[in-house]
């Protein structure tokens, strides 16, 4: 019999969508085992809300996994430090987002769970109340040591990684050097190969500016960094390395259905197309950490949040995709 994986959900912040999608998941059949990382208290309660069912077991690493049971989660608990109101965000709780967060690091890296998937959190409230956070692939980027870690959502028929994460607009030029640009497609490709079982991965790589800078005349990014980045590269990796090409012209079923993966100069170069193509549908998973991590495609939800409104259609793509990774994982 094959043994259940365990997969740790993170609920994020807690007045937002997170908890409401967590319990939500939990009515659904799954043959891995699903342990909640969040405050129990705030589970049952949302349970209660949304009038359905919730039984919560505190997890022990040294049991054996157990496949999900509908209507249950184990639990590995944290409190919360004020009590929630659904929608309002108090940074009085930024400090137990997050601990979940730190607490779901140590249980993956020390291998007491297969991977993570994280639920949404505000990444606003968090630094308000001055802890300094830009994201989850950051935050775990920096726990687990790595140099460099890349960000990756994906929905059926598009793939788009990012170059930069969580960079104001006015940093992205500076960021984008030789080295950042070489590690980033390493890993990529690395991650493509072993991910996806992808042999010789074929990844377009967009211009920053427009018109990939018209030969330098809209800039020299592409001229200077990208162009004999990719050409020195390509001599040296076992992967087709498309591009520059003009990111307007990118997401066309032309270059789409050719590539395996699009890597985009910054956040809102990629992930609005990938968003309007699969919003809902769409998992986000970082590569280039020593375990598996997963989210879910969407935010905190303020403006539903409490109301029973959330779709957990980006949840249940993300559980199955980590699923697929583990087992990826297993057979490698
Ligand atoms: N993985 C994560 O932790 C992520 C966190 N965020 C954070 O979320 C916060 C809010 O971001 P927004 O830009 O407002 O994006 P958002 O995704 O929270 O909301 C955008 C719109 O989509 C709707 N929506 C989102 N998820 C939904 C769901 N599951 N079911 C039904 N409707 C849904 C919302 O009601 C809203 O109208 C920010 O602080 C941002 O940093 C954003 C993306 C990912
Ligand atoms: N737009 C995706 C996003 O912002 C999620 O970031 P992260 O928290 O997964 O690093």
């Not at 019999?1 to 939990?26: C, D, S, W, Y």
Request: some cysteine; aromatic content about 4%; glycine content about 8%.
């Amino acid at each position: 019999m094959i043994q259940p994986a365990r997969i740790l959900i993170t609920a994020g912040e807690p007045a937002g969508i997170g908890p409401e999608i967590i319990v939500k998941l939990a009515q659904e059949p799954c043959s891995d085992q699903l342990i909640a990382c969040a405050s129990p208290t705030l589970l049952k309660d949302t349970a209660q809300q949304l009038h359905l069912p919730l039984e919560l077991s505190v997890f022990n690493t040294n049991e054996e996994a157990l496949a999900h049971r509908i209507g249950h989660l184990w639990i590995v608990p944290v409190e919360l430090e004020s009590p929630v109101i659904a929608g309002k965000l108090n940074q009085t709780n930024a400090a137990y987002v997050i601990k979940t967060l730190d607490t779901a690091h140590q249980l993956a890296i020390n291998g007491a769970v297969n991977a993570i998937l994280t639920g949404p959190v505000h990444k606003g409230i968090i630094n308000q109340s001055g802890l300094a956070f830009t994201g989850h692939t950051e935050f775990f980027a920096d726990k687990s040591n790595a140099h460099k870690v890349v960000m990756m959502l994906a929905t059926e028929g598009l793939r788009v990684a990012l170059a930069t994460t969580h960079l104001p607009l006015k940093e992205v030029s500076g960021a984008v050097t030789p080295q950042l640009l070489q590690e980033v497609i390493e890993i990529l490709i690395h991650e493509l190969q072993s991910k996806f079982s992808l042999k010789r991965p074929k990844v377009l790589v967009c211009g920053l500016n427009p018109h990939a800078g018209e030969d330098g005349h809209l800039g020299r990014e592409e001229v200077d960094t990208i162009i004999p980045t990719l050409e020195k590269m390509r001599t040296q990796f076992d992967a087709e390395l498309i591009g520059p090409i003009p990111a307007d012209t990118a997401f066309q079923p032309k270059w789409l259905t050719q590539v395996d993966t699009v890597l985009a100069m910054y956040h809102d170069q990629g992930l609005p197309t990938l968003k309007y193509k699969g919003f809902g549908k769409a998992i986000n998973l970082t590569l280039g950490l020593p375990y598996i991590r997963t989210s879910v495609d969407h935010g905190t939800g303020l403006d539903i949040a409490g109301q029973g409104l959330a779709d957990i259609g980006s949840m249940h793509y993300a559980l199955q995709f980590t699923q697929q990774l583990i087992n990826n994982r297993k057979s490698n």
